[in-house]
Nanobody
């Protein structure tokens, strides 16, 4: 079983910053891509940023230049530093990890989400 535990969400004024963290635990042999997604009220879940096990990153156009994703492979953690936040960044943010398990299986694991509210 794999668990992803997120932290760091909250409320902030426009222009402010937040740092989200996510820790993976369980019977993990390794983690491939880790990432953050978000879902605003009434909208579909969308990609925010991903990072591979060797540090290659990918960002949604809407957050490029304002957001940095990073990970610690030794600790199975991923973080999302968000700066210059805008009201349209308001959403529930979900951590995602593609995890290698025993018997050559993989699992696409999700956290329960952490809310971010940006007020104008």
């Amino acid at each position: 079983q794999v668990q992803l535990l997120e932290s760091g969400g909250g409320s902030v004024q426009a222009g402010g910053s937040l740092r989200l963290s996510c820790a993976a635990s369980g019977n993990i042999l390794g983690i491939n891509t880790m990432g953050w997604y978000r879902q605003a009220p009434g909208k579909q879940r969308e990609l925010v940023a991903t990072i591979t096990s060797v540090g290659r990153t990918n960002y949604a156009d809407s957050v490029k230049g304002r957001t940095t994703i990073s990970r610690d492979n030794a600790k199975n953690t991923v973080a999302l530093q968000m700066n210059s936040l805008k009201p349209e960044d308001t959403a529930v943010y979900f951590c995602n990890a593609n995890v290698n398990l025993r018997w050559f299986t993989t699992l696409d694991a999700w956290g329960q989400g952490t809310p971010v509210t940006v007020s104008s």
